[in-house]
């Protein structure tokens, strides 16, 4: 076989062994899901609805989840003064194991007025999987600290997962995972890598043909 078929054979190989590992790579998928809360409240039973997205960024051997809502839940009869109130969380993982993952967030950066829904902040925790494999996140009930009372907060509409994941256990080797668009940049960037080493070994072998052909005539 001449050099020349031999770069472009080394060249296609690269190329097979990109696609090869963008294929087997494990993806995320995320959905902003529609939560009911019915919340149990000092001053009565109330009802609200918030979209809710959940996100992942893998940190060494865990994963740290963020969990934002989109409209306000439960509401005050009096105005919550900035700082007045704590918002605290669970995100129930379930597939490779089932754990509950707590998740709290600052307190309200500014007042809230009577008789409005309460914006929460966005809730963060850590994720570590003891097992590798698919899990997934779904919203579990909020809790709200405000005033010396707690409001809790259930989902009553049995919501779908907000994030699917593949997950690797500690000791395991993953990528980080934050939803779709991420993913597809990350491990675009590795088929990337490996395309451009792929050419760099192909003008290798060029260079190198060239030379013995030189030295041949």
């Known amino acids: ?109 500014e007042a809230v007025p009577a008789n409005t829904p309460i914006k929460i902040t966005d809730l963060s925790g850590t994720y570590t999987p003891k097992k590798s494999g698919k899990v997934t996140f779904t919203a579990g009930v909020l809790t709200i600290k405000a005033m010396g009372t707690t409001t809790t907060c259930t989902p009553g509409n049995s919501p779908k997962p907000s994030l699917e994941l593949e997950v690797t256990a500690a000791g395991g080797d993953t990528l980080p995972q934050t939803g779709p668009a991420d993913s597809a940049l990350a491990l675009g960037t590795l088929g990337a890598t490996v395309l451009l080493s792929g050419a760099a070994g192909t003008l290798w072998l060029t260079r190198r043909g060239r030379r013995a052909q030189q030295t041949r005539s």
Do not use: W
């Open 1 to 109: 076989m001449s050099d020349r078929k031999r770069s472009t054979a080394l060249a296609l190989a690269c190329v097979l062994a990109g696609s090869a590992v963008l294929l087997a790579a494990p993806a995320a998928h995320a959905d902003v899901v529609d939560v009911q809360y019915d919340c149990q409240t000092p001053i009565g039973d109330k009802s609200a609805v918030s979209p809710i997205d959940i996100k992942a960024v893998k940190e060494g051997d865990g994963y740290k989840l963020t969990m934002s809502f989109q409209k306000g839940v439960s509401s005050s009869p009096i105005e919550l003064g900035k700082g007045a109130m704590s918002p605290g969380a669970v995100i129930l993982a379930d597939g490779a194991e089932k754990v509950s993952v707590p998740v709290s967030g600052p307190p309200n950066p």
